[in-house]
């Protein structure tokens, strides 16, 4: 029961463009999301969050929108840089949780130059 | 802030053996995860420890697992008796309460 989706395995996009890349969650009690960023034969690496009383965060070229009535958010990245090809994973935690964090799949975004 | 350390990278093994997995976290960080992920899934929870106290297992840790943290410091992950289906990348988390997790580089582990 995979209870937050990534259902795009990969993207490519042209250096400069907007990427966008989706994830859905099905398990209501989820309140905090979360995306990391992984580069080959490194760890996750956090990227940016944001809270359900939230609809939009944003952090330098990275913004995160949450629509919770579609259980569904995005990260967007503008302009993308080449650097940013990596594995992007959403992840999503109940708060009551012990902070446990529930991953998606993860999306391999492409930035060609 | 040296980040979270896992030590060894790589392990190759044969089946029915046992191994043995360190994670040092950063230094002030109270909490401390194990995950696993095997190819082209994300990383799965595996078990947590706040300080000394494991709080919490997963069901994927099934009995051949065990995980400590002696002093609330570093960590191990034990997996006795390995099996193929044990292949996978281990990873180590800390985080200082509720902040974001900080993920080591990973044990991948084969089972031959």
């Known amino acids: 029961d995979q209870q937050v989706k990534q259902n795009s395995p990969s993207l490519s996009v042209q250096e400069g463009r907007i990427s966008i890349l989706n994830c859905d969650y099905t398990?209501?009690?989820?309140?905090?999301f979360l995306w990391y960023k992984k580069y080959p034969a490194e760890g996750p690496t956090f990227l940016i969050s944001i809270s359900s009383i939230k609809d939009k965060n944003e952090d330098g070229r990275f913004t995160v929108f949450l629509n919770k009535s579609a259980k569904h958010l995005s990260l967007h990245i503008v302009p993308s840089q080449p650097g940013d090809s990596a594995v992007y994973f959403c992840?999503?935690?109940?708060?009551?949780?012990?902070?446990?964090?529930?991953f998606g799949k993860g999306t391999l975004l492409t930035v060609n130059p | 802030d040296t980040g979270v350390s896992q030590d060894p990278r790589h392990k190759i093994t044969k089946r029915g053996q046992n191994v043995t997995f360190r994670c040092d976290p950063i230094s002030e960080h109270n909490r401390l995860y194990w995950y696993r992920q095997t190819l082209g899934q994300g990383p799965e929870f595996l078990t947590y420890?706040?300080?000394?106290?494991?709080?919490?297992k997963s069901r994927l840790l099934s009995d051949r697992f065990s995980a400590e943290r002696p002093k609330g410091s570093f960590s191990t992950l034990e997996i006795q008796r390995t099996e193929q289906g044990d292949s996978a990348m281990y990873l180590c988390?800390?985080?200082?309460?509720?902040?974001?997790?900080?993920f080591g580089n990973g044990t991948r582990l084969t089972v031959t």
């Open positions: 420890f706040q300080n000394e106290a494991q709080l919490e």
């Open positions: 398990n209501s009690m989820f309140d905090y």
């Open positions: 992840a999503a935690i109940s708060t009551g949780s012990n902070y446990k964090l529930t």
């Open positions: 988390a800390s985080s200082l309460n509720n902040s974001p997790l900080h």
